[in-house]
């Protein structure tokens, strides 16, 4: 008899992505610095969806997450021979795609036949909008209250997010390379404890405890250390930060930790400072899942860069999905320059006034123009109190509104300042200011009936 | 006494939309009541009078020491939408730490809460 058979079943979620862009080595690192059962990867956003919507629209083929594609290429080996399974949202609005995409660098290796992907499909809602709305479905902005038809011919994406359901058929029918689309973050995790432990749909406490070890793991480094306020000065080698790992016992309880041998802090205040990122009300994070109550939630010191979480309490699921919507909502740019020493405020100050009265002599007028003095208020604004005289001072104007030309005209207004403005001046190499179209994000609510999913397994 | 936020608290934020979070946590389990009494949702409101547009909202998590604000408001649209450099609100922690509480000098003193630099 083992020990595995003696000893209470522990399962190793290990996190290796907290959005698409996050630490290219992390996946890589997580599999290979010590036991871990299953690769959680999070990469999607508020408004990713559309940018993979505008990817699709262009090639039939993209609309995922690409460096989904490098992480399974760097994390093969320990999927082939050692039996991780990975887990994540990277389909974006193609999981097939992103399926093939997975497939094809798998054969490239020799490892085809080892690699069983399961696609998680039925979030997007894009192509049955129409009929939603004809069907009463209000799809109403949850911020705002306004109905979505405002803005119907400027949705770009719309995807509802979806639960722990579909991930779990899919680990049970032998997937190890898991992709969704709109999965919410925290089910990624939640989804393979109760795959592992059998929790049933309405163990609420259980469900809560896995979303809670996801919402603290679904941001990578963000609880073990990284972007970490407490004491950070002294956590330890950063340059080799190790990504946090749940380690969860079937009655619900986890520990929060990292490899041996890895830089950054597991504590009780690097784990809270995650637990309230992003918190709303505390006593109702709502899930497709369950209702978790983050007052419940109690954290023990279990030893060295080990956190021990147990407590939770779940209520029953709500009988709504969220739907991330996303549309066009105009353009905007922004232009910086720099002033510099004597009088860098007063020269930026002034810089912003010549500029603002242009704008209005070109007849240019926005739904927003926004003017910062980085170094100065930019990210306190009035809190920060008067400056002591520093040494330079960015000026940073922002412009608002549906015209694009009106926007790319006061991109023209920027760097004649540097010979037609105040003087010590400098910080313009980049030139004009880019002009982006905003997509912007709609939030809103619909009945779970109206959503379901599916799921392949590919042979 | 007169004592800092950022002597006896730590904290992060992050974005809802318009809406700013700002979760405050005690530095010291037994300093939590100091928290829970003195930065109250009318303090807080009356900080960033001149950085929201909205209400604020005050949670208490006595089980993780800490407070949780949502400024409402406080993003300039919020998202994408946002001109700000902070569109995501991820500095906000560090602008609440910029409070300085007035504690009865007994209390303060009963609980070794270091007093503001003059």
């Known amino acids: ?459 | 006494m007169n004592v800092r936020l950022l002597d006896i608290a730590h904290a992060r934020s992050g974005d809802k939309g318009d809406t700013a979070n700002v979760g405050v946590i005690a530095l010291k389990p037994e300093w939590y009541p100091v928290l829970v009494q003195h930065l109250t949702l009318e303090r807080v409101q009356h900080h960033f009078r001149d950085v929201i547009t909205g209400p604020v909202e005050r949670f208490e998590l006595p089980n993780l020491k800490a407070l949780n604000f949502l400024l409402h408001g406080a993003l300039d649209g919020g998202g994408t939408l946002s001109l700000k450099t902070d569109a995501q609100g991820k500095v906000f922690s560090t602008a609440m730490l910029r409070m300085v509480l007035d504690i009865p000098d007994a209390d303060a003193k009963a609980l070794d809460l270091p007093s503001a630099p003059r």
């Open chain 1, 1 to 459: 008899m083992t020990s595995s058979q003696t000893s209470p079943k522990i399962v190793r979620v290990a996190a290796g992505q907290g959005f698409w862009g996050d630490w290219l080595e992390a996946p890589r690192r997580q599999v290979e610095g010590g036991q871990v059962d299953y690769l959680m990867l999070d990469y999607l956003a508020e408004v990713t969806m559309s940018i993979l919507q505008k990817q699709k629209e262009r090639d039939p083929n993209m609309g995922y997450a690409r460096d989904f594609v490098g992480a399974i290429e760097s994390v093969l080996p320990a999927i082939a021979t050692r039996g991780v399974r990975v887990i994540a949202n990277a389909g974006g609005v193609n999981p097939r795609a992103c399926a093939e995409a997975v497939r094809q660098v798998a054969m490239k290796h020799g490892v085809g036949s080892a690699v069983r992907i399961g696609v998680v499909t039925g979030d997007d809602l894009l192509p049955r909008l129409d009929e939603l709305i004809a069907g009463g479905h209000a799809l109403a902005n949850m911020e705002t209250g306004e109905a979505l038809s405002t803005v119907r011919d400027r949705v770009l994406s719309a995807n509802a997010y979806i639960g722990s359901v579909p991930i779990v058929e899919a680990l049970a029918r032998g997937a190890n390379v898991v992709i969704t689309g709109r999965s919410t973050d925290t089910a990624l995790t939640m989804a393979p404890l109760r795959h592992e432990f059998g929790w049933a749909g309405d163990d609420w406490d259980r469900l809560a405890a896995g979303i809670i070890a996801g919402h603290i793991i679904e941001c990578g480094a963000q609880c073990s250390g990284g972007n970490c306020l407490y004491d950070w000065q002294n956590i330890p080698d950063l340059a080799n930060v190790g990504y946090p790992i749940v380690e969860a016992s079937a009655d619900g309880t986890f520990v929060v930790t990292k490899h041996p041998n890895t830089g950054g802090r597991i504590s009780i205040p690097s784990v809270t400072e995650q637990l309230v990122y992003e918190m709303g009300d505390p006593h109702s994070y709502i899930t497709p899942d369950v209702v978790a109550d983050f007052s419940t939630i109690q954290l023990e010191a279990a030893g060295e860069n080990r956190v021990r979480v147990f407590g939770i309490k779940g209520r029953p699921a709500t009988d709504k999905l969220k739907v991330s919507i996303a549309y066009r909502a105009g353009f905007k740019a922004v232009g910086t320059l720099v002033y510099s020493w004597p009088d860098a405020l007063p020269k930026a100050q002034l810089a912003d006034r010549v500029l603002r009265e242009r704008l209005v002599n070109l007849g240019l007028s926005f739904d927003s123009v926004l003017t910062e003095f980085v170094g100065v208020s930019a990210t306190h604004g009035p809190l920060a109190g008067p400056p002591n005289d520093p040494p330079e001072v960015q000026l940073r104007v922002g412009v608002r509104g549906p015209d694009k030309a009106k926007v790319e005209r006061f991109t023209r207004e920027i760097v004649p300042l540097v010979l037609n403005g105040p003087p010590s001046v400098t910080g313009f190499a980049g030139g004009k200011p880019k002009v982006e179209e905003i997509v912007a994000y709609w939030p809103a609510l619909v009945d779970k009936t109206v959503v379901q999913t599916q799921v392949e397994v590919l042979a």
